[in-house]
């Protein structure tokens, strides 16, 4: 289940460093509030001058549940290398 959980927290990773590639070299503009992850999804949402929406709706929903899922895998498995310290 472990190895599992890894995966599914590098895929969302992998999309979200691709994301923040578009946005600091097509985009020029890269969020930086503390809700900056969600921020970005909704900025691959839109288009601009320079490229159309990256991604739908439904699959920006999608992500949502993926960057909720590593928030719980990265708290968890602190809390994991806590316990066993």
Known sequence: MTALASVLHSFYNGIENLFVAVAK???KYVPKSSNWHKELLK???KENEVRGPLISE???NKLIEYLAFRHFYRIHIL???I???
């Open 25 to 27: 070299n097509i985009d």
């Open 79 to 81: 809390f994991i290398l």
């Open 43 to 45: 900025q691959m949402l």
């Open 83 to 85: 316990r066993k310290n």
């Open 58 to 60: 439904d699959l920006r």
